[in-house]
């Protein structure tokens, strides 16, 4: 009997541990392959994840977001076959996460997608929420559970270097750009770290978007200009030897460059 009473004592003092440390806020960075990145590279493509933090169960939540750059940037949206989002398939909803996989907590199938001007230029704006169902979002640490995929195509003139920028916005009829809602209809605006900006640079040479020159590079160009894979995107990043075509001359410089026995890819001018 001890022993019981002793256990419990102890696992409700984690508990309430846990539960006191815990804060409402949501984090959003960018990252590929499971890993956050400072700097964003054309041609690449990233996660702009959304990571939330709970101290009470969640029967709803709706982030908004704006997307912007004030200096050239440009950018695509990456469709996934899991992806959900009317015109871009683009927002994945990370299964391992507290949000789970099968709309035990929030009715995935019936995820609030709201998607404006997403014009590729400007600001583009993106409104997604969830509806909980029996059980709501355990309470929980910061922890990513959506993400948003998009990949930058701009700028690629040499030298240059541009921002990404992405903030939280206000989307009509909402009341704040971020909302959680408790299981009985209580809502409360949880804290946001505040606007977030990534650099965007150009690595020439790098027609896979890895972000590094490598025989990889060589062997996508081989399979797009023999084969019909697909083409750098934009074309500027497989035109290695600078003579502004993307053909079989621009696999023989790579094959050298990632063998080192030749000269290594430089930004055209």
């Not at 990252?31 to 493509?45: F, H, R």
């Not at 035990?104 to 600001?123: A, K, N, Y």
């Not at 169902?133 to 959506?146: A, R, T």
């Amino acid at each position: 009997m001890k022993l019981y009473i002793i256990g419990f004592i102890v696992v409700t003092v984690l508990f309430l541990t846990a539960v006191s440390g815990a804060a409402n806020r949501v984090y959003i960075d960018a990252g590929k392959s499971g890993v956050a990145y400072d700097t964003l590279y054309v041609g690449g493509e990233y996660e702009l994840r959304t990571w939330i933090e709970n101290d009470f169960i969640l029967g709803g939540a709706s982030p908004s977001y704006e997307l912007w750059s004030d200096d050239g940037v440009t950018w695509k949206y990456v469709a996934k076959p899991d992806g959900i989002g009317s015109s871009c398939n683009c927002i994945t909803i990370v299964p391992e996460s507290r949000l789970g996989p099968d709309g035990s907590v929030f009715d995935l199938t019936g995820m609030l997608v709201t998607e404006i001007d997403l014009d590729l230029q400007g600001s583009d704006i993106i409104m997604f929420g969830g509806i909980g169902l029996s059980v709501g979002l355990p309470i929980g640490p910061l922890e990513h559970m959506v993400s948003w995929h998009i990949s930058p195509t701009g700028p690629w003139i040499p030298g240059i270097v541009g921002t990404l920028c992405i903030d939280t916005v206000f989307v009509p009829p909402a009341s704040t750009p971020h909302l959680f809602v408790s299981m009985d209809g209580q809502a409360i605006t949880p804290e946001w770290d505040c606007t977030r900006c990534w650099p965007v640079k150009l690595i020439c040479g790098n027609p896979n978007g890895d972000n590094d020159v490598n025989v990889g590079d060589a062997v996508f160009m081989i399979n797009h200009v023999f084969r019909g894979g697909p083409a750098p995107d934009p074309w500027q990043l497989g035109d290695a030897n600078c003579d502004g075509t993307v053909d079989v001359g621009d696999i023989v410089f790579l094959i050298a460059a990632a063998f080192r026995y030749g000269p290594q890819p430089e930004c055209c001018e």
